[in-house]
Every structure is written in C-alpha cells, then in structure tokens.
C-alpha cells in the first residue's frame, strides 16, 4: 500500500513540469507588451528598450524559464511589474486562502446535501420523494451560477423579510408532511421507534426552520472579510451567499451521481441478501451500500474542489471576492506574466493533489485496490 501511495504522489512531479512549460510557452504566444504595462502608453522606444532589458524580456523564452523555475527552486517567484510593487508569493498568499476557503465550504455543503438525498433518492426510487428531488437537482443543473448568485442576491439582500417568511413556511409545511406519515395506513407499517424518530426529525426541522427565521442575519452585497481581521462571524457573513451559490450548483450532480450508483447497488446480491435477513433499512443504506457506491461521488467531488480552486471568475466577479480566479484574469489583463505563471503553478499543484489524494481514498472504499499494480 505504502508503495501504491507513493507512485501516486510522485506522478505529481512531472505533471507540473509540464504545465509549467506549458504555461510559459502559451505566455509567450500572448500578444502584447509587459513593458507598455509598466511605462504606460505615451513612452518613447528607448524607455520601452530599458523595461524590457531591466525585466529580462529581450532575453529568449527558454532563458526566462529557466530563470523563473531557478527561483521557484530558492523560494523567490518573483516581484510585481505594475505598480504597487510586491512580491508574487505575498500576492498569492493574500488570495488563495480566500478561494480555499470557498472551495472547502461548497464542497462539503454540497457532499452534505448530496450524500443524504441521493441516498434516500436511490431508496424511493420512482417515487414522490425521488421525483421531487430529481426535478430540483435537474433544476440546479439547468440555472447558470451566475443568474442563481442574482437570484439570492436579490432576496437575501434586498427582500430579506421574503426569505425568511419562506424559510418558515417551508419548514411548517415539511413538518405537518413528516408528521403526517406516523399516522394512518402509512403510520401502521412504521414501527414505534420508527414514529417516534420521524416526529423527533419533524420537531427539528421546524425548530431549525424557526431559528433561521428569528435569527436570519443580514447578507453584504460584496466584499470579503478575513477571518484574522474581522473575525469568524463576519467571515462567514460574508461568505454565506457564494458558497451558498457554488454549494447548490455542486450538489445537484453530486446527488445524481449518487443516486444512480446507489440504486445499481441496491439491486445487488448482497443487499438483496440483507434484506431478506431483516436488517434495518439504515444499516443497509449506511453501512452496507454507502460506501460501494460513492466511486463516482468521490472522483466528481475532486474535480469540483479542483475546478473550485481555479476560481470561478462569474461568482468572485459578483461577489468582488479577492480570489485566485479573479486573480488570473486581472493578471492577463495587466500583463503580469510572473504573477500569471506562479498562479496558474500553484492552482495546477493543488489540483493534481487533490486528484491524488482521491485516488488514495479508493484504497479504503475498495480495499482490492491495495493490491493492483500501478
């Protein structure tokens, strides 16, 4: 196993080279000159000339790149070429915590919502609740994250009273349908602990429904505030509505996924072996056709946290989030080559390490893959 992981991590390597190599090379194609960055439109040839021998930019490509990869190696990626002048490394300091962060929390909101409705989804197949949630997550799929960031703009903003008469409604309503299959002919096949949890999962989705309504705070249009100098509440205030947003459009694919998986194994005979010993729904979905089933749930999650910390420059644009996505493209625009190819190395690097880290938690959902050669 210890080799297995190994071969993993160390396959990293090469891919940075060559996006690295890439990077610089598509760079060179871009038309344009840093120098007119610098001095500015109205400056003469010979201050154009002096730019591009102070920067190195008269120098051949390969040349450049073997420059700028000698200090990454000593830890140095660089200054800044459009004033204020600053390091690379502090640029990318100050902005990637902001995507990571956004990152992290929509990809768990999204497992969080996923995980429980594709499950129960693949469960009911073909009935009210599958249908509901399938026509939602259809929904999600088919809204733009752009015009969804509008969207709760628009209420949690500026008709913030709307939502949380909403909120609330939702929440009386999926109570009194909750409580409403405890009774009757429905309420006949559940057993007493049965009743009993989903009136108790009934009483806390009104109680959570109730405090969201009462204690709903106000949402910031834009702007980002840190954790170190604002604090964890103002963070989060700030961050709610975009990871809200990216959270929702992640979570949608997720539970489809899952879904359709699960409902595969479901059909299995070892499922279909358990059910016929009598063993409890919920040890069934949880502990026996959870984790066989979340293959494919796990490899889209990487490649949404991977696609999340390449920034998604719609969400930062509306947000005015200080991101690595926004980052990137303020830097082609401005003609910061150095700030560009440090960015685009450091978001590559994260990528292929989540990448490679989900190909090592396959080694516990399927413990047979310890043993296949690589």
């Not at 200090?71 to 640029?91: A, E, F, M, N, W």
């Not at 040890?283 to 796990?298: D, G, M, N, Q, Y």
Request: with cysteine; net charge positive.
């Amino acid at each position: 196993m210890f080799n297995r992981v190994a071969t993993v991590l160390l396959r990293i390597i090469p891919v940075l080279i060559v996006v690295s190599v890439s990077t610089a090379v598509l760079i060179g194609l871009v038309p344009g000159d840093p120098a007119v960055a610098v001095v500015g439109a109205e400056g003469s040839p010979e201050q154009y000339a002096a730019v591009r021998e102070n920067l190195g930019l008269d120098r051949p490509l390969f040349a450049r790149y073997l420059d700028w990869l000698n200090g990454l190696l000593h830890g140095d990626l660089g200054k800044t070429l459009v004033p204020p002048i600053q390091d690379v490394s502090t640029l990318i300091a100050t902005r990637l915590p902001v995507t990571l962060e956004i990152a992290v929390l929509s990809v768990l909101l999204a497992l969080a919502i996923s995980i429980p409705v594709g499950t129960w989804s693949a469960y009911r197949y073909g009935r009210a609740f599958d249908r509901v949630a399938s026509s939602l997550s259809f929904a999600l799929i088919s809204v733009p994250s752009f015009l969804l960031a509008l969207i709760l703009i628009y209420f949690a903003v500026f008709r913030p009273e709307a939502v949380k008469g909403l909120i609330l409604a939702a929440c009386v309503i999926s109570t009194v349908v909750l409580a409403a299959t405890t009774v009757g002919r429905r309420g006949a096949q559940l057993t007493a602990q049965g009743r009993r949890g989903i009136r108790m999962f009934a009483l806390g989705v009104f109680a959570v429904g109730f405090v969201l309504a009462a204690f709903l705070p106000d949402f910031p249009r834009q702007g980002f505030a840190r954790i170190g100098e604002d604090g964890l509440t103002e963070n989060l205030r700030t961050i709610f509505l975009p990871v809200l947003v990216l959270g929702l459009a992640e979570s949608a694919q997720l539970t489809r996924l899952l879904r359709s998986d699960m409902a595969t194994t479901l059909n299995d005979d070892f499922i279909l072996a358990s059910r016929a010993q009598g063993m409890p729904v919920r040890h069934i979905l949880v502990k026996e056709a959870l984790r066989p089933s979340t293959f494919s749930l796990v490899t889209v999650a990487g490649i949404s946290f991977g696609r999340l910390l390449g920034g998604t420059v719609i969400v930062e644009t509306i947000f005015r989030l200080p991101g690595m996505g926004t980052l990137i493209v303020e830097s082609v625009a401005k003609k910061e080559f150095m700030v560009l190819q440090a960015a685009v190395l450091v978001v590559a690097a994260l990528y292929v390490l989540v990448n490679a880290l989900v190909d090592i938690s396959y080694l516990y959902l399927d413990p047979r893959t310890r043993h296949v050669r690589v």
